[in-house]
């Protein structure tokens, strides 16, 4: 009898710590939205304009006008989606639109984070848990960006619940696997939606996620109905332009994006010096399309290979840059941190600017690239050891953050890309410094 309470004690303990776990990971999306919803009561309007918020807003203003198949500049320029997604808001309320977007966008992060995390706490790395929800909860500039107009908030979220919908697929042998698929492909078409350029990303995690599955065929029509779910978001943008246009593009402004990160003398910011790629159209007197550019770009990246290798060290250092100091680089000025953030403040003073503009400042800076870095790939490392499903996890986890980085050198460096898979960084990140905590307290 004595024996049988002994053997009970271990067990009540463990269920006691997965009670409290789970409290806590209530507890720390629901508190952080709730000062969320204390910030917009503060805010003219209820939210603030994101980097690219008069631009959605005119895309907004056609769909309003218009309706759907609208003709609006914009919506076939740049891709329809976000602006779509804003308009069904604005359909709800005009004069609350803001706080609209604001509410929908804070409640889909906090939900999304919990859902990640509520999954991670029923893996071998339950301790990762609390600390990413903290981490990824409270990153001023990532869980800010909710109370922005942009998509790069609810990117991040959609590929919070991406992860924590093929995590739930390894860890239930009851739930349905292609019910999962579903799931799957629906966050990412959602994603994909917003800002096309991370389908690549998706379609990536969901080989990862099917190649994990024996029998393979089972993995491949698993990747398959996610592709099919995944298809329907571009399907979408390309009807919508094809009636609105007569044209079957998603948008029309990638090679004017490569174009800008491409050069002899540029560095690959938006910043570009010195002469663009040149680019003559097929046709003598024909004009220059979007197509033309992309096929430009790709021809001199493939004909310099050293400027190449030179403008990627360039963007994946403005990818990584800080927000603010000497080395941020990229469309953050509308960051809602910097609007608190104490180096923006020390600035206010010539000795405060001097120390974070000059050589100390790009000191910190340079550490906060290689950390960040650093403790990216120690975290991959990490959990990749430990068991198939935490392998699952970091594996599909970097592809996106990869993945997003590698779109940047082939694009624009730019730190604001860094957001969308940031969520997914900073669980990396998390994990690493956790990894060292434990193998520093065991060593003690």
């Not at 917009?40 to 006008?65: C, H, P, R, S, T």
């Not at 990536?204 to 779910?229: D, H, M, Q």
């Not at 974070?356 to 490392?381: A, D, E, H, P, T």
């Amino acid at each position: 009898m004595a024996k049988q309470i002994k053997n009970k004690k271990p067990i009540a303990q463990a269920n006691k710590a997965e009670l409290k776990r789970r409290r806590y990971l209530i507890a720390i999306p629901v508190v952080a939205f709730v000062i969320k919803l204390i910030t917009m009561g503060n805010i003219q309007g209820g939210g603030w304009l994101g980097a690219d918020g008069e631009n959605y807003f005119k895309g907004v203003d056609g769909l309003y006008a218009d309706g759907f198949f609208s003709k609006a500049e914009i919506l076939n320029y740049w891709p329809a989606g976000y602006p779509i997604l804003l308009w069904l808001l604005a359909l709800i309320s005009v004069s609350k639109f803001f706080y609209l977007i604001s509410l929908f966008q804070s409640l889909f992060f906090a939900y999304a984070t919990y859902y990640m995390t509520k999954n991670i706490s029923k893996t071998s790395v339950a301790w990762l848990a609390v600390p990413a929800s903290l981490f990824i909860t409270f990153n001023p500039t990532l869980s800010l960006s909710t109370l922005a107009v942009g998509y790069e908030a609810p990117v991040a979220s959609c590929f919070m619940m991406v992860l924590g919908v093929i995590l739930a697929s390894k860890l239930n042998a009851e739930k349905s696997q292609y019910l999962c698929a579903i799931y799957v492909g629906a966050w990412i078409a959602l994603a994909s939606l917003m800002q096309p350029r991370y389908l690549l990303a998706g379609a990536v995690i969901l080989i990862i996620w099917g190649s994990t599955f024996i029998p393979r065929k089972k993995g491949i029509g698993l990747i398959a109905v996610a592709i099919a779910v995944t298809s329907l978001a571009p399907a979408l943008l390309i009807a919508r332009n094809a009636v609105a246009i007569d044209k079957t593009t998603i948008s029309t402004n990638l090679g004017v994006t490569m174009a800008i990160g491409a050069g002899d003398e540029t560095k690959g910011g938006y910043g570009r010096t010195g002469p663009g790629v040149p680019c003559t159209p097929k046709m003598p007197g024909a004009t220059v399309t979007d197509n033309d550019r992309v096929k430009c770009v790709l021809k001199w990246y493939l004909t310099n290979p050293l400027k190449t290798a030179k403008l990627a060290f360039y963007k994946s250092e403005f990818f990584w840059s800080p927000w603010s100091g000497p080395m941020g680089n990229g469309t953050m000025a509308r960051n809602p941190w910097l609007k608190i953030s104490p180096t923006i403040d020390l600035q206010n003073s010539q000795s405060g600017a001097q120390l974070v503009r000059g050589n100390f400042g790009k000191l910190v800076s340079w550490l906060w690239i290689i950390c960040q870095i650093g403790f990216l790939i120690y975290g991959f490392v990490s959990l990749r050891k430990i068991d198939p499903i935490t392998k699952l996890l970091a594996n599909a986890s970097m592809a996106a953050v990869v993945i997003s980085w590698l779109i940047s050198i082939g694009t624009i460096g730019d730190h604001r890309f860094r957001l969308p898979t940031m969520s997914l960084s900073l669980l990396l990140q998390v994990a690493a410094m956790w990894s060292i905590k434990k193998k520093i307290s065991k060593a003690l």
